[in-house]
């Protein structure tokens, strides 16, 4: 089996960072695309920002320029750098990849972390 374990939300003012981490680990043979997805309370889970194995990056048009996706391919570690926080950044924020277990290696199985916390306080 696969696990994916974010850490890093909590509670920030307007303008200030944090930093989100996401680890894999379990039976990996690879790792394809990386993501990190957002949920606002009321609202329905939406893309922030991806990265491919290669270190492509696409973002959300809403984020583009404040948060920056970056990974850790030998660790199976995926980061979300988030600057210049808004109050609307507020949000579960989920991590996402799609894996390729050890015991079946030709299959692509998109795996979703528990979700971390990121309040923006006004």
């Known amino acids: 089996q696969v696990q994916l374990v974010e850490s890093g939300g909590g509670l920030v003012q307007a303008g200030g960072s944090l930093r989100l981490s996401c680890a894999a680990s379990?039976?990996?043979?690879?790792?394809?695309?990386m993501r990190w997805f957002c949920q606002a309370p009321g609202k329905q889970r939406e893309l922030v920002a991806a990265i491919t194995s290669n270190g492509s990056t696409n973002y959300a048009d809403s984020v583009n320029g404040r948060f920056t996706i970056s990974r850790d391919n030998a660790k199976n570690t995926v980061y979300l750098q988030m600057n210049s926080l808004k109050p609307e950044d507020t949000a579960v924020y989920y991590c996402?990849?799609?894996?390729?277990?050890?015991?079946?290696?030709?299959?692509?199985?998109?795996?979703w972390g528990q979700g971390t916390q990121v309040t923006v306080s006004s």
């Open positions: 379990g039976s990996i043979f690879s790792i394809n695309v």
């Open positions: 996402n990849a799609d894996v390729r277990d050890k015991r079946s290696p030709r299959r692509l199985s998109p795996q």
